[in-house]
């Protein structure tokens, strides 16, 4: 079987699966899909905006980060995108999930078209958070580092960036196809304001992640940046899809809070 092969399996399964908690309503809840952004490219590329509800204000909007490339939007069918696109959603915010082409520099276009239609949107475009997980966390720091207004990001059991040499993240990249967007890049060139929560699998089965989290972490906490940890001791990758329990049920609300606490309109 051909790597090629093996990850296409390996994406129909992932596709199959959603996020362990729900929140009530979270299935009605409206999306826009007849949406595109001009791509880098210069392509048109999709994008499906999921609303808390048919909104009468603007609303902060968490961006779901890809580092896949994946031009006509597959993930749009993803249970666990689209089921925390859906959580999101359910707790007061707008989330955006879309497809890329060149996935490091089709998030900035994608920013640009988001804030410069923010109002035909019912979008705030000074309220963007990200979330990204697994391989799609390198996209996520890496705009963070590019785009000094965005106001927080939540990363879940992430590929980060190698430091000191290492090349784990690097070789899991091309291993599994994602965009190594963090290459060359430190824990110097994070912002020093944005509130970062990384969320660790204790018990990860893949090769890399955890080794260079902690050295991120470690790198973040000595320039002291506002950063949470939530360490899941005993939870494997992906164990928001794949561990029905209460610990991980009550971590997807953390994630949850820490989204509406950084992009709340006023301080709560």
């Known amino acids: 079987m051909s790597d090629q092969t093996g990850r296409d399996a ?20 409206p999306v826009r899909r007849d949406l595109t952004f001009r791509a880098t490219s210069g392509a048109e590329l999709p994008m499906d905006v999921y609303y808390p509800s048919l909104p009468d204000q603007s609303l902060a909007v968490v961006l779901m980060t890809m580092a896949y490339p994946d031009p006509t939007a597959r993930v749009r069918t993803y249970g666990p995108l689209t089921s925390w696109a859906r959580l999101i959603a359910a707790s007061g ?58 106001r927080c990001a939540a990363l879940l059991y992430g590929y980060t960036m190698d430091l000191d040499g290492s090349t784990m993240v690097a070789d899991m990249a091309r291993q599994a196809g994602f965009v190594n967007a963090c290459l060359g890049k430190s824990p110097d060139d994070l912002p020093s304001d944005v509130p970062l929560l990384f969320v ?50 009550g971590i997807v ?15 709560i």
């Not at 390996?10 to 809840?29: D, N, Q, S, T, Y």
């Not at 988001?114 to 979008?123: G, K």
């Open 10 to 29: 390996m994406l129909r399964e992932i596709a199959k699966k959603r996020v362990v908690c729900e929140l009530p309503g979270m299935e009605a809840l």
């Open 253 to 267: 609300r953390q994630v949850l809070a820490f989204l509406q606490l950084h992009l709340h309109p006023a301080p």
């Open 200 to 249: 660790r699998a204790g018990r990860d089965q893949f090769p890399g992640p955890n080794t260079a989290l902690d050295q991120v972490i470690e790198r973040a906490l000595a320039r002291n940046l506002p950063l949470s940890l939530i360490n899941h001791a005993a939870g494997a990758h992906g164990f928001d899809l794949d561990e029905d329990t209460a610990m991980s049920r």
């Open 93 to 150: 915010m707008a989330a955006v999930v879309y497809g890329a082409e060149a996935p490091e520099e089709d998030v900035h276009a994608l920013l640009r078209r988001l804030r410069a239609d923010a109002a035909a949107l019912t979008l705030d475009a000074d309220r963007f958070g990200l979330f990204a997980s697994s391989g799609n966390v390198t996209v996520g720091l890496s705009t963070l580092m590019r785009d000094r207004r965005l």
